[in-house]
């Protein structure tokens, strides 16, 4: 099953590409991977929680951010080369805007890790960090990295 069949099954529609916010393109190409910029978790170009983790935004809420997050970075890659090239997920890179005394990045980040797998399967799993820091941009909660591999040609 390619993974826009896969996609449709589980019912997800990858969303437009987020327009960069900034002076960068939101994926590129060096031989066979690609590289996304930081993703936030633009709906329709709006953020729909703004706010720290553990403080204005909630956990569960932050691992649904995560999840949208990660979906436009899959938008990003799907534009650039298409999703079905997708041979392996290579790295997560997760930020939480976190509040004093929130620990629960992992968690958090788990939103956009468990979707790999959901969707790539075993090729999904990943290597990660998920990183608290005390602002991102636009004060979103969460914004997302994600390296993969693509199959030649």
Do not use: C
């Not at 590129?28 to 729909?48: A, C, D, H, M, R």
């Not at 930020?95 to 992992?106: N, R, T």
């Not at 399967?121 to 602002?135: I, L």
Request: hydrophobic share 50%; net charge negative; glycine share 10%.
């Amino acid at each position: 099953m390619s993974h826009s069949e896969k996609l449709q099954e589980l019912g997800i529609t990858l969303p437009a590409v987020a327009t960069p916010v900034a002076a960068y393109v939101p994926a590129i190409q060096t031989g066979n991977q690609v590289w996304t910029s930081g993703q936030l978790p633009f709906i329709n170009g709006e953020l729909p929680a703004t706010g720290k983790v553990g403080a204005e935004v909630d956990e569960a809420t932050a691992q649904d951010l995560a999840r949208t997050a990660a979906l436009n970075a899959l938008a990003a890659i799907d534009a650039l080369v298409g999703i079905d090239k997708v041979t392996r997920v290579l790295k997560l890179v997760g930020f939480v805007a976190s509040a004093e005394d929130f620990g629960g990045q992992p968690a958090v980040i788990n939103g956009a890790s468990n979707l790999m797998e959901e969707i790539f399967g075993e090729a999904g799993a990943h290597a990660r960090s998920a990183v608290g820091v005390a602002e991102l941009p636009l004060n979103a909660p969460v914004e997302l990295e994600l390296i993969v591999e693509i199959a030649a040609g």
